[in-house]
């Protein structure tokens, strides 16, 4: 089954402890899709300037992404320059330039208002919903959203908790949006917001689910490098969306092992720049790092 | 089969975000054996002063902890006074008042000197050194420190690791130690200290253990509550060695049961102030939060 996603497309260039990438391909959009191509066909809504090279519409087709909602506009595609501190989980902006995502409008074709499977990646809490608007019924609905919004709109955030039934944060978004330091007590009242799950992202401290009535949680794979944590979160959200519009299901147990997945692709993802590594990536290495993943954790033995 | 431990027994008062504590009895020798005496019979090598009450000796008797090698000296039981900040991996000393501690010079009887398992807690290496010089041929022997030994008596660190099996540490010491802030390469080279075993406590994040063929991680328990973290990391201990003390068992599985028994015991006693939650502690209790434990990490479902 189809799964489609609604997010940006932008270029990044970025500096971690490791190195230097310039213009790389990234943006919410890019690393869910391609992330999620691994498991089912992807529909990606999003918009890119003239400047948009003709390689990367090609490397995103074949991976099977459905690039027809992606809108090409005049202007530039949007940019961010950044730099990663040698905690890299601190980092600075040290340029914006929003392009053509500045007034970006999500419309979907009638094709794609029929998806099953969506995912709202970050952005302006009103277009998240006007997708809403725009789609049927769809069968799982999932978000992502960030401090800016979360501050800044937050009334807006609010409704649309209200009809999304995964939401997918960071432990300080999970913070800052409930109120509540203590983890437990955050997703507690963000179920209480509308979700039927929250997934909290914590970085290399893994993921942990939570549901009115079951948590899980899986460590983040150790690494020996993170060269670039950029698009770890997105890439999360990609396998995981993606495994579930595989396997259709969304029983705990299929809703655990789609978190083993998004997992299994962040840990990939931040082994090289950018989207280096996804490029490379072969289903063989997925199934792999999966079946490692289960010995990390596999309380019984390795 | 029984297990030894050498370490301290301080009064602490305590004041966390939650409340406070006037001179509860801790210390890393008492956590780590009311912990493992849930486990298999313990011993305890302690220096206490004139102030210390009968009823603690009762209460530590009747848990069935052999309290022969507990000194009891002129002066006063050490007392230290601390509070922790709202995020509660912060904290600040007080008071510090070392007592009879200050000059303890472990000295095991025939009998102790048989045990078959042994726990050097967080005291001075030399000291350390000297519990495994008068011991036979103990079959597991964990040890912990701290950043106090780790920049101050590094020489006479490494050379007590290199007659460790098991070492616990935390995450900020393992960076210490091993001057690796990637804590996969810092437990590499942790390994190369000697130590057949590396585990690292993350505090809220799980503890993580490494061999040289396997790792093995397992999240905290989510609590909605912390009410005071102090004795945690010495209270996973005393459940780990202890639950490895009662299997008898040094397989991967059984390692891994023991680091989750572990997990189980910190995740109780951070509930209360002090030991207050493990004195009121059922097998019932345990038995049960071992099995949230595994529905918690079950990658196959809850």
Redesign the interface.
């Known amino acids: 089954m189809s799964i489609l996603v609604v997010g940006s497309v932008f270029f990044d260039s970025l500096e971690t402890p490791h190195g230097k990438a310039e213009r790389a391909l990234g943006g919410a959009a890019t690393y869910f899709s391609v992330a999620a191509s691994f498991f089912a066909p992807v529909r990606m809504v999003a918009t890119v300037g003239e400047d948009f090279p003709q390689a990367e519409i090609d490397f995103l087709t074949k991976r099977g992404i459905d690039l027809s909602g992606l809108e090409h506009r005049k202007g530039r595609t949007g940019f961010w320059k950044g730099r990663y501190h040698?905690?890299m989980n601190q980092r600075d902006t040290l340029a914006l330039d929003l392009g053509v995502f500045s007034d970006f409008e999500p419309k979907l074709s009638p094709e794609h208002s029929k998806s099953p499977y969506v995912f709202l990646a970050n952005i302006d809490p009103q277009l998240q919903e006007s997708v809403l608007d725009q789609l049927g019924a769809p069968g799982v609905v999932g978000c992502d959203t960030m401090n800016h919004w979360i501050t800044g709109s937050r009334d807006q955030l609010e409704r649309l908790l209200k009809r999304v039934g995964i939401l997918v944060i960071n432990d300080e978004e999970a913070r800052l949006l409930s109120g509540e330091?203590?983890?437990?007590?955050a997703a507690?009242k963000l179920l209480q917001m509308g979700p039927e799950r929250v997934l909290i992202k914590?970085g290399?401290?893994?993921v942990?689910q939570f549901s009115p009535d079951?948590?899980?949680?899986?460590?983040a794979f150790?690494?020996?490098?993170?060269f670039d944590p950029t698009g770890a979160g997105d890439t999360f959200a990609g396998g995981f969306m993606g495994e579930i519009a595989r396997s259709g299901g969304l029983?705990?147990?299929s809703l655990?092992?789609a978190i083993?997945y998004g997992s299994v692709m962040a840990s990939f993802v931040v082994e090289d720049f950018g989207l280096g590594r996804l490029r490379a990536l072969t289903q063989d290495e997925i199934d792999r790092r999966y079946r490692q993943?289960?010995?990390?954790?596999?309380?019984?033995?390795?």
């Not at 079951?214 to 460590?219: D, I, L």
């Not at 993943?293 to 390795?302: E, P, Q, R």
């Open positions: 040698e905690d330091r203590n983890i437990v007590r507690r914590r290399e401290y893994g942990i079951s948590v899980f949680a899986v460590p150790p690494l020996e490098e993170v029983s705990e147990s655990r092992r083993v993943f289960v010995s990390l954790t596999d309380i019984d033995g390795a």
